[in-house]
């Protein structure tokens, strides 16, 4: 059934979009992203009074200025893509807060309803909301719903369908925002009126304000449609600007917020809100706050909840780690069972399925972390990591809004550098963004994980939980001091403060939690399935050609039958040399081959941190991906194996082999946590940060540093501990 109408889920982050937006579609629904950034899209379907309706899940945001790419994506859907309803979702329990960013919806002038959610928390809290005042104030239709049980969705379908049916679009509200700045919207009406191609998209009074808000979208398209009048809004802006400087000693902007509240306020206080409780009673998340949040047990507890998130995934994942290890062994051997010797058996067995396996094998891991995280994200325990961290970020000369970059490249370990990267664009001052952009990258992202995990499974796996949760502190320490090198030589500049609102704590659904869980680590599987793959195929071409030249060959083969002839007598030991000599023969090719030779000229630096050329190859591969690590340690050390027959894991073989101990272990995990970004977030930095000159900083720094570092842990571990 074609879609009769596109409605829109807006409002605050935390506001209940999404669980509104699930109730709503179901399981009709599909994720994306925004073209070009890593905003996500969802988009669903649902069906009411027989119509089939659109449903987009508009980003959270607090207003509608460019602040923010997420404002950003919020305002360019209304305006562009100009949905038939607006539904602005809005927190009963925070509503003068929540009721800002309607006040800007009505400005612009959308057709909209405004869904009063959570009217159960407000209740418990004693705050009732009279609704039908709320909407003749506000001259929108104004429904009490609870997303959570679905409670009043149907009434708010219904005010929908009928705001869609009457199909006018409302008239923008005309707020006042003080005598000055009134007095210059009026003094611009003549210049905006002249910009026609404007007014045709946008409404010609919210122009004049998105232009004395200093609104950089809106001024560069006025500057680039229309320089005369432009040049004219921008010199009157200025000067009302430098005006308020003087008499009030406030930027426009804050005016205008000034202004919106006190609206807000106004309306509120008609009669609409009536509370049971007096004002300074404590609720119950302000109590929970009080211990969670307190100077020296909130820290204790955030590293407590975050050692239980990591020996919740590991322990109880290593179930289905080993089902898939054993899974994939079995369909080796298979395959080895039923295709004749020869390039093509090598490619599927040492190129396929040994990368391909190794990398889902995580995918049990990768989801008990990404649910256990979706947990305290849903649960609003992670702004209260935000909160915390701004103290400690501001020392590091980096903003409390670099958390959420840091977090979602894996501080707390699974995320990805790249969103992470995108994630910086809320940062304002970019001094502060750059030093964010340029240290995310050294979080434990998604992809290294089963590197770290691997290696830490294979050389201290009594303490695996605690060894990666230090590996975790250690991200974070070298990334706060590296950002603070920064800011003091390349990057210097003062701090901005920081403004954050703490959503109340809340039982996170299962559905929510799934749905979280099953996004992410479908992003993963997906990238697995394709690039890596791709990758994985192209490396273990790398490492089959060239193919030994002939004489070697021809060595090889005159040696095994050498030794068939005069050990014939001696069963066992003619099969364990022929071992050995199938084992020479693999090295040399390995050596010989394409990468191999890269591996080996840079084993003439690597060895200074005991990483020998094999490693070295999955290193290079690393650039590409951070996955491919695994895959291509998987590949080399399978190559080159003993006894092919028995099929022996990865860690195993890494734990005997003679180049590896765990003081190597521990430079190849330094080495691998610090160096380079992958080449996407390279890429990303680039865009970022308008220049490759950063991209380039980021990656020869990185490796730099990281090589001193596993230079420095493999000197001194080995004259500690290798004697
Ligand atoms: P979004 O950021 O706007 O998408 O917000 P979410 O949909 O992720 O909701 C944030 C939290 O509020 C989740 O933990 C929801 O379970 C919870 N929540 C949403 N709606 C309600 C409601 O009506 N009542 C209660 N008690 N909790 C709700
Ligand atoms: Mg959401």
Partial sequence: MEPVLTIALAGNPNAGKTTLFNHLTGARQHVGNYPGITVEQKEGYCLHQGKEVRVIDLPGTYSLTAYSVEELVARDFLINERPDVVVDVVDSSNLERNLYLSCQFLELGVPLVIALNMIDVAEKRGVTINAEKLSARLGVPVVPIIARSGKGVEEMLDAV?????????????????????????????????????????????????????????????????????????????????????????????????????????????????????????????????????????????????????????????????????????????????????????????????????????????????????????????????????????????????????????????GGCAVPGVMAARTLRSPKERMATLLTVPFMNCGAKLPVLTLLIGAFFSDHQARYMFLATLAAWLIALCVAKILRLTVLKGA??????????????TLKGLLIHTWERTWQYMKKAGTVILGISILIWAMMTYPQLPDNRAAHYTGLRQETQRTMAADEAGLAEALGRIKTEEAQEKLRNSFAGRIGVTLEQV???????????????????????????????????????????????????????????????????????????????????????????????????????LAVAIYQIGALLYLR
């Fill in 161 to 413: 369908l009928a705001v869609a049916a009457a199909g006018i679009r409302p008239q923008p509200a005309f707020l006042s925002y003080g005598a000055d700045l009134d007095q210059a919207l009026t003094d611009m009406t003549p210049d905006i009126t002249a910009c026609a191609d404007l007014t045709a998209v946008y409404p010609q009074r919210w122009l004049g304000v998105k232009l004395l808000e200093n609104d950089e979208q809106i001024v560069d398209k006025t500057m680039e449609t229309y320089p005369e009048a432009g040049k004219r809004l921008i010199a009157r802006c200025g000067t009302i600007g430098q005006h308020l400087q003087h008499t009030l000693g406030v930027y426009p902007e804050a005016v205008i917020a000034d202004h919106r509240y006190g609206y807000i306020k106004s309306i509120i206080h008609q009669g609409v809100v009536t509370r049971k409780f007096v004002a300074d009673r404590l609720y119950a998340s302000d109590k929970i706050d009080k211990v969670v949040t307190h100077r020296v047990l909130g820290p204790l507890i955030m590293a407590g909840v975050l050692y239980c998130l990591y020996t919740f995934t590991f322990s109880y994942s290593s179930v289905p780690v080993e089902w898939l290890t054993e899974f994939f062994a079995l369909v080796s051997k298979g395959v080895d069972m039923l295709l004749p010797d020869g390039p093509f058996k090598s490619l599927i067995i040492s190129g396929v399925i040994d990368g391909v396996g190794g990398v889902f094998g995580f995918v049990p891991i990768i989801m008990f972390m990404f649910f256990g995280i979706a947990v305290l994200e849903d649960s609003g325990y992670l702004a209260r990591v935000a909160f915390m961290m701004d103290r400690i970020f501001h020392f590091f000369g980096l903003h409390g809004s670099s958390v959420m970059p840091f977090i979602i490249s894996g501080g707390i370990a």
């Fill in 495 to 508: 701090s901005t403060p920081f403004v954050m609102e703490l959503p109340p704590y809340r039982f996170p």
């Fill in 606 to 708: 690597s060895r200074w941190a005991g990483i020998d050329w094999r490693t070295n190859i999955a290193l290079i591969g690393g650039f590409a991906a951070k996955e491919v690590i695994v895959s291509t340690l998987g590949t080399a050390y399978s190559l080159g194996e003993v006894d092919p027959e028995e099929t022996v894991s990865l860690q195993e073989r890494l734990n005997k082999d003679p180049n590896w101990n765990p003081v190597v272990a521990l430079a190849v995990l330094a080495f691998i946590m610090f160096y380079s970004p992958c080449f996407v977030t390279v890429v990303c930095i680039a865009r970022e940060s308008g220049s490759w000159k950063w991209a380039a900083f980021s990656m020869l720094f990185n490796t730099i540093f990281a090589f001193v």
